[in-house]
């Protein structure tokens, strides 16, 4: 390849942090029209290598070419008059504030309010992400949040568009519609750099792939000429290991029963939850797929107690009644969660990953004697979930806000599994992921099943739904539909239930 065909070139770059390298000597060359994949375990290195291209972070050494020319990049607002733009795993909004509110502060030209709002109003229109201008981020799912970063860059017209796990939280329709746009604007010369561990997306979209391990660059392939599996073994070094389905015969008593759940929305945007109906029984798994925002947040606060229901008996864990306890009764009661959003909703960013595990953990782990938190066993604690769950980060004692978006994800889901929870409900379990570590919390969940666990599982992955579920329904609208076999669906039938379509030849039977 020509160097004066390359957009953007990075030779040798080279980052380190306290008692880690995060990146050594990485070379990366884009095109003009290329989607390239940047590919790697969390805490390979692919983070802290696009901060470095998008001027957030100052390499210790290497060169950035741009156009041709050496370049510094310093800032990201040199980043963007250079035209790159970045599309960020953890978002970087303002809960009280509206989302052209939210846009206009990351714009370097004044532009007024309305005519904005038409912008945003004809690109979420264009790329099938709807998006209202005028909503406050703080009613907007996490799925509506993610649209507004993507949207963000878009109006940039960037020359290089970096994007950092930018399907996360949408559907799989989504996905099909975003991935038209970004071929259209590589058609049109834009270079993509992409961050993701879906592989499956990586094969539809990406030409090339540079894949990190350890910091290193340890390869770089032609997309096409290469599988899923293999992608997956050059990320980790090792073959990717399949996901063991227990053959059940039959489930134990049920566990979770919810019986007619009506809940108000939190606010006038959110979603109220109607006539719910479900049980999960002991040893099962059971899937609930969504379109974000249809109430899927709304349902788990009300079946962990954030939000009390109307009646203490809509809800019932081993036949007792709790709908009007709350989060800690029902912990003790036998019931552990894990929400979608990580940051601040599942762990507290600036409390080390100590405290953040004697948060949910102190009951159920005995972790406070006395009134007093034992933070030797605390640590204890929290160190074994890092082990066992290959959590990459300098110990214990760092901030939960320190940590990859992956390693964030594998340390709460950890945390939650080591309680060994009669009940586990749990909201996109392997967001952000890479592909080892989401196979290694998939098992884990079917194991938490075979030992007499009831687990629910609220994901927008279809193909993880499939992969690890015994049953399947949907919610749309705040309502639920049927529960069917996971061996009687197919990822076409669950997207017509997450349409709020019933199913052909429906019948009393499905489970």
């Given amino acids: 390849m020509n160097e004066a065909d390359h957009l953007i070139e990075l030779k040798g770059m080279t980052k380190t942090f306290p008692g880690v390298i995060a990146n050594e000597n990485v070379d990366l060359a884009l095109r003009p029209g290329e989607v390239h994949a940047l590919l790697g375990e969390n805490g390979a290195g692919k983070s802290t290598l696009v901060k470095m291209i998008y001027g957030i972070l100052k390499p210790d050494a290497g060169d950035i070419l741009f156009q041709g020319q050496p370049v510094i990049i310093d800032s990201p607002a040199h980043a963007r008059e250079l035209g790159i733009a970045m599309v960020f795993q953890h978002f970087s909004l303002f809960d009280s504030l509206s989302v052209v509110e939210n846009i206009s502060l990351g714009m370097d030209k004044d532009v007024p309010m309305e005519t904005l709002a038409e912008e945003i109003r004809e690109i979420s229109d264009r790329y099938g992400l709807p998006l209202d201008p005028h909503r406050y981020v703080y009613t907007l799912s996490v799925g509506e949040r993610q649209r507004i970063e993507i949207i963000r860059c878009l109006l940039q017209q960037p020359k290089l568009l970096v994007m950092d796990e930018p399907t996360s939280v949408l559907t799989p329709q989504e996905v099909q519609k975003l991935f038209v746009t970004l071929e259209r604007l590589a058609d049109e010369g834009m270079a993509i750099l992409y961050i993701s561990h879906k592989l499956d997306e990586i094969k ?223 909201s996109q379990p392997t967001w952000g992921v890479d592909a080892g570590a989401a196979q290694t919390i998939r098992q884990a969940l079917r194991e938490l099943a075979a030992n007499g666990a009831a687990v629910l599982v609220i994901s927008q992955d279809l193909d993880e739904l499939m992969e690890i579920t015994d049953r399947i329904g949907a919610i749309c609208g705040g309502r639920l539909s049927r529960f069917y076999p996971t061996s009687q669906m197919t990822i076409e039938k669950v997207g017509l239930l997450m349409a709020g379509v019933s199913l052909e030849g429906d019948s009393q039977d499905a489970a």
């Fill in 204 to 426: 539809a979209l990406c030409h090339h792939a540079t894949i990190l391990r350890l910091g290193k660059k340890v390869a770089e392939v032609n997309v096409d000429d290469e599988s899923t599996s293999s992608l997956a073994a050059l990320m980790m070094g090792e073959d990717l290991a399949t996901i063991v389905k227990q053959d059940h015969g039959s489930y134990g008593e049920i566990r979770l029963q919810v019986e007619g759940l009506n809940q108000p929305a939190f606010d006038s945007t959110g979603i109220s939850l109607d006539e719910i109906h479900l049980d999960v029984r002991a040893g099962e798994v059971v899937g609930i797929a969504g379109v974000a925002g249809n109430g899927q947040d709304e349902l788990l606060r009300a079946l962990n107690g954030e939000e009390k229901c109307q009646s203490h008996a809509c809800i019932m864990i081993d036949g007792k009644h709790v709908g009007l306890l709350d989060p800690n009764a029902r912990r003790k009661a036998g019931m552990a969660s894990v929400p979608e959003k990580r940051l601040g909703h599942g762990a507290v960013p600036d409390m080390d990953l100590v405290d953040n595990a004697f948060m949910t953990a102190f009951h159920r782990m005995g972790l406070l004697a006395r009134g007093l938190i034992n933070y030797p066993k605390t640590r204890q604690f929290a160190d074994k979930v890092i082990e066992e769950y290959s959590v990459k980060t300098p110990g214990s004692h760092v901030p939960a806000g320190s940590l990859s978006g992956g390693n964030l994800q594998k340390f709460i889901i950890g945390r939650e599994l080591h309680q060994s929870p009669d009940i586990l409900i749990v």
